[in-house]
């Protein structure tokens, strides 16, 4: 054996071992080891007693005992300094510097025990770290649960690096696993990390350890269990949940108890999320068998695409006679005006533009790809639908533009504007890739053109040019409602407040008096909360006496008093 290997690594070469499989049977008593080197992670398939169990590795830690052990101990930390930090007030400077801590843990832990798996993709975590800062920066509600979503999703691509996925040309199914795998840790990763990753055995012998370990790892797993069920039932019944109120309400350790509560469960969090990073393994070996997976011909794929093809040229017929045909039109066929006929199905619209994109990747996935013939007739179809697709999102805007000039701007139009944008780039792109014969290229430029979208939403702060848009209307255009910038987050008032000496006097002194009455919402009462966007609210609306002092003396008083 010695000899065939020596022959074996002159053949090969140490510029192509790492991409070559290698493949040693070893007998050890009455069994067998088969051990597979592919891409540096060893494999190890047990045989014994003509039972084969085939366990799938990666480069973890040998010593998985400590590193659990060690994971355990810095989540329990994180669990206590996130509750200093998150508990009893808004998320700001808080949620970034809390993350920014487990990431530098992560780091740590894996420089210590898994230094090769850390290094690959590690930069990728400073991407979840920039969307944790927006949190510090922007105030605007949906787009910070996004930021938070945004998190989670950057949290979990280094898992590709550490399984040997190429970014560029990892599939939608290596992301989708990636994000399964750093979700399911959040949830349960702590339950696996004390049931089998931390060996109280090694620690202390006595069954008494293994009952604790035991007793603790069904109390997290009654938590979750407790939250979700209890929050449907209270939901569904108002006697049970004024009975879950009262439980509540009662409360024995006075904060201590929620206190607890929220370092558990930020503890679980920290505890899933360390060990997806140090821990977890890949779901299969690389160069594996597989399934095959099923196959359509073009004949069942073409009627399909070409039903819902007909459906979009039939769509695009219409609109092209109500939206550019004229008011005058749109008046004598529906009754309505062209402003009042833009105003519905903005959102349908773009929802139809979106599910195109999965119904189109689904198809091609599904499509024999060894026939020329099918292959050139999907495309031909695939180039249509996009262009269909194109026109419907020509006439969303167009909608758009006919609803913003007749009643205004609204960050959910906004929002919906911008995403049907980022779905007519990615089905641009899935032109340029998959209808090309490139397929491995295609998850990468949705997933990166994601969170580019996202960050540009964050730059471009969405309130403030929603302000800027409605206030710069002309008083002909239509209705101003000032009572609706005045609800908006505290990214708005900056830009607001500057404009307010531009609206006529009954409009702005309207909107002074409701901002002022939102002034304490927006106060930062400790560091914790902090943001950029509260701060500069703050700062604005200390100008605002300045600008109130034009209102008449009705207005000014009503302001005064609120």
């Given at each position: 054996?010695?000899g065939?290997?020596?022959?074996a690594?002159?053949?090969?070469?140490?510029?192509?071992?790492?991409?070559?499989?290698?493949?040693?049977?070893?007998?050890?008593?009455?069994?067998?080891?088969?051990?597979?080197?592919h891409?540096?992670?060893?494999?190890?398939a047990?045989?014994?007693?003509?039972?084969?169990?085939?366990?799938?590795?990666s480069?973890?830690?040998?010593?998985?005992?400590?590193t659990?052990?060690?994971?355990?101990?810095?989540?329990?930390?994180?669990?206590?300094?996130?509750?200093?930090?998150?508990?009893?007030?808004?998320?700001?400077?808080?949620?970034?510097?809390?993350?920014?801590?487990?990431?530098?843990?992560?780091?740590?832990?894996?420089?210590?025990?898994?230094?090769?798996?850390?290094?690959?993709?590690?930069?990728?975590?400073?991407?979840?770290?920039?969307?944790?800062?927006?949190?510090?920066?922007?105030?605007?509600?949906?787009?910070?649960?996004?930021?938070?979503?945004?998190?989670?999703?950057?949290?979990?691509?280094?898992?590709?690096?550490?399984?040997?996925?190429?970014?560029?040309?990892?599939?939608?199914?290596?992301?989708?696993?990636?994000?399964?795998?750093?979700?399911?840790?959040?949830?349960?990763?702590?339950?696996?990390?004390?049931?089998?990753?931390?060996?109280?055995?090694?620690?202390?012998?006595?069954?008494?350890?293994?009952?604790?370990?035991?007793v603790?790892?069904?109390?997290?797993?009654?938590?979750?269990?407790?939250?979700?069920?209890?929050s449907l039932?209270?939901?569904a019944?108002?006697?049970?949940g004024?009975?879950?109120?009262?439980?509540?309400?009662?409360?024995?350790?006075?904060?201590?108890?929620?206190h607890?509560?929220?370092?558990?469960l930020?503890?679980?969090?920290?505890?899933?999320?360390?060990?997806?990073?140090?821990?977890?393994?890949?779901?299969?070996?690389p160069?594996?068998?597989?399934?095959?997976?099923?196959?359509?011909?073009?004949?069942?794929?073409?009627?399909?695409?070409?039903?819902?093809?007909?459906?979009?040229?039939?769509?695009?017929?219409?609109?092209?006679?109500?939206?550019?045909?004229?008011?005058?039109?749109?008046?004598?066929?529906?009754?309505?005006?062209?402003?009042?006929?833009?105003?519905?199905?903005?959102?349908?619209?773009?929802?139809?533009a979106?599910?195109?994109?999965?119904?189109?990747?689904?198809?091609?996935?599904?499509?024999?790809?060894?026939?020329?013939?099918?292959?050139?007739?999907?495309?031909?179809?695939?180039?249509?639908?996009?262009?269909?697709?194109?026109?419907?999102?020509?006439?969303?805007?167009?909608?758009?533009?006919l609803?913003?000039?007749?009643?205004?701007?609204?960050?959910?139009?906004?929002?919906?504007?911008?995403?049907?944008?980022?779905?007519?780039?990615?089905?641009?792109?899935?032109?340029?890739?998959?209808?090309?014969?490139r397929?491995?290229?295609?998850?990468?430029?949705?997933?990166?053109?994601?969170?580019?979208?996202?960050?540009?939403?964050?730059?471009?702060?969405?309130?403030?040019?929603?302000?800027?848009?409605?206030?710069?209307?002309?008083?002909?255009?239509?209705?101003?409602?000032?009572?609706?910038?005045?609800?908006?987050?505290?990214?708005?008032?900056p830009?607001?407040?500057?404009?307010?000496?531009?609206?006529?006097?009954?409009?702005?002194?309207?909107?002074?008096r409701?901002?002022?009455?939102?002034?304490?919402?927006?106060?930062?009462?400790?560091?914790?909360?902090?943001?950029v966007?509260r701060?500069?609210?703050q700062?604005?609306?200390?100008?605002?006496?300045?600008?109130?002092?034009?209102?008449?003396?009705?207005?000014?008083?009503?302001?005064?008093?609120?």
């Amino acid at each position: 054996m010695c000899g065939s290997s020596r022959r074996a690594s002159r053949y090969v070469g140490r510029a192509d071992l790492e991409h070559t499989d290698v493949t040693l049977r070893v007998r050890l008593g009455t069994g067998s080891q088969v051990l597979t080197l592919h891409d540096r992670v060893l494999y190890v398939a047990s045989m014994t007693g003509g039972k084969s169990g085939i366990t799938i590795g990666s480069d973890v830690a040998t010593s998985t005992g400590v590193t659990g052990l060690s994971i355990l101990g810095i989540a329990l930390l994180l669990g206590i300094g996130g509750d200093v930090l998150l508990h009893g007030t808004a998320w700001g400077l808080n949620f970034a510097v809390w993350v920014a801590t487990l990431i530098a843990q992560a780091a740590a832990l894996g420089r210590d025990h898994t230094p090769e798996r850390s290094r690959r993709g590690r930069w990728l975590l400073l991407l979840a770290l920039g969307f944790a800062l927006c949190l510090a920066w922007r105030d605007n509600t949906f787009l910070l649960t996004r930021d938070v979503l945004a998190v989670m999703a950057a949290l979990a691509l280094p898992l590709l690096r550490a399984w040997d996925v190429r970014m560029v040309t990892a599939r939608m199914m290596d992301f989708a696993a990636a994000l399964a795998t750093t979700l399911a840790h959040l949830a349960f990763g702590s339950l696996f990390l004390l049931s089998q990753d931390v060996r109280w055995n090694d620690l202390r012998r006595e069954e008494t350890s293994r009952r604790i370990g035991g007793v603790l790892a069904g109390l997290l797993l009654a938590v979750p269990i407790l939250i979700v069920f209890g929050s449907l039932f209270a939901s569904a019944d108002p006697v049970f949940g004024g009975l879950v109120e009262d439980l509540l309400a009662w409360n024995p350790f006075g904060p201590t108890f929620s206190h607890i509560l929220v370092a558990g469960l930020l503890a679980s969090v920290a505890a899933g999320f360390l060990r997806s990073q140090l821990l977890s393994r890949r779901l299969w070996a690389p160069g594996a068998a597989r399934e095959p997976r099923p196959s359509a011909g073009i004949v069942t794929l073409g009627i399909a695409l070409s039903a819902l093809i007909l459906v979009f040229v039939l769509f695009v017929a219409v609109q092209a006679r109500y939206l550019f045909a004229g008011g005058a039109y749109v008046r004598v066929a529906t009754g309505l005006t062209l402003a009042e006929y833009a105003r519905q199905g903005f959102f349908e619209l773009v929802a139809a533009a979106a599910l195109t994109v999965p119904v189109l990747y689904g198809a091609e996935w599904l499509l024999d790809s060894t026939d020329p013939k099918a292959v050139r007739s999907f495309r031909a179809l695939g180039v249509v639908q996009m262009l269909l697709v194109g026109l419907v999102v020509l006439s969303a805007l167009q909608r758009m533009r006919l609803y913003t000039a007749a009643y205004g701007l609204t960050e959910d139009r906004l929002f919906g504007a911008v995403f049907m944008l980022w779905i007519a780039f990615v089905l641009v792109w899935f032109g340029l890739t998959v209808l090309r014969g490139r397929r491995e290229r295609f998850a990468f430029g949705a997933v990166v053109t994601g969170f580019a979208t996202l960050g540009a939403l964050n730059l471009m702060n969405p309130d403030g040019v929603v302000v800027r848009v409605n206030v710069g209307r002309t008083p002909a255009a239509g209705r101003f409602d000032g009572g609706y910038l005045a609800t908006l987050s505290a990214d708005a008032v900056p830009a607001l407040v500057a404009r307010l000496a531009s609206l006529p006097a009954e409009q702005r002194c309207d909107v002074a008096r409701r901002l002022a009455q939102r002034g304490d919402r927006d106060a930062v009462r400790d560091w914790r909360s902090w943001s950029v966007a509260r701060h500069r609210a703050q700062r604005a609306l200390r100008r605002l006496d300045l600008v109130r002092l034009r209102c008449s003396g009705s207005a000014r008083a009503s302001a005064s008093a609120g």
